[in-house]
């Protein structure tokens, strides 16, 4: 597509519950990002993906988020029993390659009640 | 890790005047990038700028890639309201590992 496309792009869930968030980069792109951004705070980041190399997980804030990219384009998100401060903004950003201009998708508003 | 640091956090800014803000860190980078958020939307690349003393234009937004490498500057001539947002600059995290790091932002509010 002509841009990053994230889905859905608001979630309420209830706390405990596990959700997936969706992220289609641009295509062509090898590199895909993912970040977390609370209520008026800064980008906060999670997993990195470079073509088939192993992603950089050392953001993730604990075992319950994982991530996988499937055929190298589209990426899911998945947060586990999820907890009230998982409420935030999660933006995904893709690259040509790692390291140059990201573009961001409109992000996924996860709310947990 | 690498940390940037950008200031001032915020700004508050009459319609017309001319804005300075920077990103600083004790790291050296190769690559520096600014964006911009406006409420409610993801990060949009403004600048990008790739070496040292590089000095980049885009309209009304200049941005230079400092000559030590560890710093980069935007400036934002003649204000006008839809500046309005938070501006961050990012950097790649290091050499053969290219993950982005994005600063603390720079908010900014332009008075009518």
């Known amino acids: 597509g002509a841009g990053v496309s994230q889905s859905p792009s608001n979630k309420v869930t209830e706390k405990g519950k596990d959700v997936e968030l969706r992220c289609d980069p641009i295509?062509?792109?090898?590199?895909l990002y993912w970040y977390r951004q609370s209520l008026g705070q800064g980008l906060e980041f999670l997993i990195y993906f470079q073509g088939n190399s192993a992603p950089d997980k050392s953001g993730l804030p604990s075992d319950r988020f994982s991530a996988e990219r499937t055929g190298g384009s589209v990426s899911t998100l998945t947060i586990q029993r999820t907890q009230q401060e998982d409420s935030a903004v999660y933006l995904c950003?893709?690259?040509?390659?790692?390291?140059?201009?990201?573009?961001f998708g409109q992000g996924t508003r996860l709310t947990v009640v | 890790g690498q940390q940037l640091n950008q200031s001032p956090q915020s700004m508050f800014i009459q319609e017309g005047e001319d804005v300075s803000m920077n990103c600083t860190s004790s790291s050296i980078f190769n690559t520096w990038l600014w964006y911009k958020q406006d409420p409610g939307e993801g990060p949009v690349l403004l600048i990008a700028?790739?070496?040292?003393?590089e000095l980049t234009s885009n309209g009304r937004l200049t941005a230079q890639f400092g000559i030590t490498r560890k710093d980069s500057f935007l400036n934002i001539s003649a204000s006008i309201p839809s500046d309005v947002g938070i501006y961050f600059c990012?950097?790649?995290?290091?050499?053969?590992?290219?993950?982005?790091?994005f600063g603390t932002g720079t908010r900014l509010t332009v008075i009518p």
């Open positions: 990012a950097a790649p995290a290091g050499r053969g590992a290219n993950n982005l790091f």
């Open positions: 700028l790739y070496k040292a003393g």
């Open positions: 950003a893709s690259s040509k390659t790692g390291g140059t201009e990201a573009f």
């Open positions: 295509s062509g792109h090898t590199a």
